[in-house]
């Protein structure tokens, strides 16, 4: 019987050389079984929306889509398949980047790439997995792990932009290089204002960290809602109130320990399979990790699964 193919989207940026040496174990297992597989690398910001939809569109039989990358990478695969006339194709996917948030919070066990793509190549059928979707007047965005308004996506937009960045990534410290921004954020970020539309509305003068998640994890591996999961067909919200000085070090500290912040007076949380959110003034956004700019952003969340070529349990 004609083997299966497997067509590779690979950005080797991803994870500062992690997702390279990922794709050359795969490769390696797959020339070496003559299992026939094409390479298509992003070559710049974006690439990977683009390809993953021309690839959808073509609606191949016996071949299985994967996506060799970070967060960001999956993000836009996702967006670009759903943005296509087969927007069910399934994705696989062997992570390659520095935060890998999407593998911690499906629980995915395998790490080693060589034995992923064997359990990929093993699956006759893909595993639903829920992901987000944010529509706004720029369009319909979908995530696999959160959009941040606020605090962490001016730690995004701060560690993208950083020069330690480069160094830290380097050093395979991707998880470092945000949390040393996080002091720079801690002095900067200003309290906004945030509509809350869920089946009641709730106004905050003071949110501060607002974070829609489908998922516990940011950040690389910060639990922001233990609660969370990407089985279960709801969103969750976490809202911030500002605070300073020991109130946030203790909220912090508890965040980082025991999850137990989600109890603390000033966080207020939900879940839910669609909610509305408006801030104000322009706030950063950030999705799976990806800047959005800066805006007063008005979304509508709701829940919505896709198919993935992983082997995970709920
Ligand atoms: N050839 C390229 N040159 C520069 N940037 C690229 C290239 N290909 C893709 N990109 C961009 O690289 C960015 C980072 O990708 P990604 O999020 O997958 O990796 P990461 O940041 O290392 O991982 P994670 O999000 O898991 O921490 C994405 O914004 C993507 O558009």
Not at 76 to 103: E, M, R
Not at 243 to 256: A, E
Request: with cysteine.
């Amino acid at each position: 019987m004609e083997k299966e193919k497997i067509e590779i989207i690979l950005n080797h940026y991803a994870g500062n050389g992690l997702a390279q040496k990922a794709s050359d174990k795969v490769t390696n297992f797959l020339a070496k079984n003559k299992i026939p597989y094409e390479i298509h690398a992003t070559k710049k910001d974006g690439d990977a929306i683009r390809i993953a939809k021309e690839i959808a569109n073509l609606n191949l039989k016996r071949t299985k889509l994967v996506v060799i990358g970070g967060d960001g990478t999956l993000n836009q695969a996702l967006n670009g398949v759903k943005s296509s006339d087969y927007p069910n194709t399934p994705l696989g996917y062997i992570p390659g980047g520095s935060g890998n948030d999407f593998c911690r919070g499906i629980q995915l066990k395998i790490k080693n790439p060589v034995i992923l793509i064997q359990a990929i190549l093993s699956m006759k059928q893909p595993r639903m997995i829920d992901v987000g979707k944010a529509v706004n007047e720029m369009g319909t965005h979908y995530f696999i792990n959160n959009i941040g308004i606020g605090f962490d996506a001016s730690t995004v937009y701060y560690t993208n932009h950083s020069e330690r960045k480069e160094f830290l990534n380097s050093l395979h410290l991707g998880t470092l290089s945000y949390f040393t921004n996080l002091l720079k954020v801690i002095k900067r970020q200003k309290a906004f204002k945030l509509d809350v539309d869920e089946q009641q509305k709730k106004h905050f003068d003071n949110a501060y960290i607002v974070v829609a998640t489908n998922h516990p994890y940011f950040g690389g591996g910060f639990a922001i809602d233990p609660s969370a999961t990407p089985f279960n067909h709801k969103l969750n919200l976490v809202v911030v109130k500002k605070i300073t000085g020991m109130t946030f070090v203790k909220l912090f500290t508890k965040l980082l320990t025991n999850g137990s912040h989600l109890q603390d007076k000033n966080v207020w949380h939900i879940e839910s399979t669609n909610f509305r959110l408006q801030n104000h003034p322009q706030q950063h956004g950030q999705m799976d990790g990806e800047e959005l700019g800066q805006h007063d952003f008005d979304f509508d969340f709701s829940i919505n699964q896709h198919q993935f070529w992983l082997p995970v349990k709920n």
